[in-house]
């Protein structure tokens, strides 16, 4: 059993929210939580020194976020954001049987692309992870194929680093995402989920050239839903934080700070942000 730290108990509504990601890609989550609730406090833990998650198995998956969850609990954290979808994917359901805070996962947001649809053809991009995982193989079943819905699933590996370096729309990786996003549209496909933290980040860049081509299509991801989620649960609760409006709202910890970390997390966050290099130490899980 995970168990919350005293301050999530005794000081609710000071006590912070907790983020978890193996990189940096929650942070387009945190945009979404903080605009939402500006008053929040917020503690993001990224697990830089094993990522990325998308390649590796359910059970490491499961260990490694088993671990954040506990990090994040000795926080003083009163609710925590899985805000990575291959995390959600293979410990969600262990998590809420074993941690006392509330735990919000993140799901590709196919069914309201199916709900919107009028081709009945929507396009998922995500990890291998994510797009192996049984919870969303249960929601696709649910939502898009018993109904004649047809989903076409696809991973592209660069990205994420892609995403990382800055996404310099001459590099090749934009034109891949162009040309994958046209083979979709040509087989009919008018939403296309963003099934990846990461993926937010370049939504501008899809959407300007989308706009640009008269396309009719519409990209979907899950932040905002997520976000109106937590506030929902907060207010239930009673925990909603109720002070100021903090200037620096985000403390980032990460399992290794090399290489362009901070550097990344500052530019796709755009928000002043404390860096803490934190190491885990081994739990039982």
């Excluded at 193996?22 to 990522?51: C, F, I, W």
């Excluded at 709900?115 to 009945?120: D, F, G, L, P, V």
Aim: hydrophobic residues 40%; contains cysteine; negative net charge.
């Amino acid at each position: 059993m995970i168990h919350p730290h005293f301050d999530s108990i005794n000081s609710p509504k000071s006590a912070p929210i907790g983020i978890f990601d193996s990189g940096v890609g929650g942070l387009s989550v945190y945009r979404h939580l903080s605009e939402l609730m500006p008053k929040e406090r917020y503690v993001y833990y990224a697990d830089t020194q094993n990522l990325p998650y998308g390649n590796k198995s359910g059970d490491e998956i499961l260990f490694l976020t088993l671990q954040a969850v506990d990090w994040l609990c000795r926080q003083g954290c009163k609710l925590i954001v899985i805000a990575c979808n291959s995390a959600s994917a293979y410990s969600l359901t262990t998590l809420r049987t074993r941690c006392r805070i509330p735990i919000v996962g993140l799901v590709p947001a196919v069914k309201p692309a199916c709900e919107m649809s009028q081709t009945r053809q929507i396009a998922l991009l995500a990890t291998q992870a994510t797009l192996q995982g049984q919870l969303l193989a249960q929601v696709i079943h649910e939502v898009a194929t018993s109904k004649g819905i047809t989903v076409h699933k696809h991973f592209e590996p660069m990205l994420v680093p892609w995403v990382e370096s800055g996404m310099p729309i001459d590099h090749h990786v934009a034109d891949l995402l162009i040309k994958q996003t046209q083979a979709w549209y040509q087989q009919g496909v008018d939403m296309l989920v963003l099934g990846c933290t990461h993926y937010p980040f370049f939504r501008q860049f899809l959407q300007d050239w989308i706009d640009e081509q008269h396309i009719a299509m519409t990209l979907l991801d899950s932040g905002a839903a997520i976000a109106q989620r937590v506030k929902s649960l907060l207010e239930f609760f009673g925990v909603s934080a109720d002070g100021e409006v903090l200037d620096e709202p985000l403390k980032f910890y990460a399992s290794s700070l090399a290489g362009d970390v901070p550097a990344t997390a500052r530019r796709l966050s755009q928000v002043p942000i404390s860096f803490v290099d934190s190491d885990f130490l081994p739990i039982n899980v």
